[in-house]
């Protein structure tokens, strides 16, 4: 599966962005969906991820961001979509999101997922 995001940008804290994540070649259903982010000087971390169809579109969050952000999928856009609400300027990074077919436990770490789209900046500026 090919994945390609975007919908970054520069909001100010307490606004909103939506990002998407198009996938080809496959349908996104038959994996589990993550999303990543990478701030200046920091690690790749885990944000939230969607469990594949057959897993029953289970989704989880980051502590950080469990309450302000969403993921969901449209399977006729064959897209998932990460809806950020209240950010901050913690929240300014590059977001990716990525594919796994690992079992469930492993949704929060990077190295589980073999496909990985282009990541897309969010700046949050105070």
């Known amino acids: 599966v090919q994945l390609q995001a975007f919908g970054g940008g520069l909001v100010q804290a307490g606004g909103s962005l939506r990002l998407s994540c198009a996938a080809s070649g496959s349908t996104f259903r038959n994996y589990h969906m993550g999303w990543f982010r990478q701030g200046p000087g920091k690690e790749r971390e885990f944000v939230a991820a969607?469990?594949?169809?057959?897993?029953?579109?289970?989704?989880f969050y980051a502590d950080s961001v469990k309450g302000r952000f969403a993921i969901s999928g449209d399977k006729a856009k064959n897209t998932v979509y990460l809806e950020m609400n209240s950010l901050t300027p913690e929240d300014t990074a590059v977001y990716y999101c990525?594919?796994?077919?690992?079992?469930?436990?492993?949704?929060?770490?990077?190295?589980?997922?073999?496909?990985w789209g282009r990541g897309t900046l969010v700046t949050v500026s105070s």
């Open positions: 969607i469990s594949r169809s057959a897993s029953g579109g289970k989704t």
């Open positions: 990525a594919a796994s077919s690992v079992v469930l436990s492993g949704l929060r770490v990077p190295d589980h997922y073999h496909s």
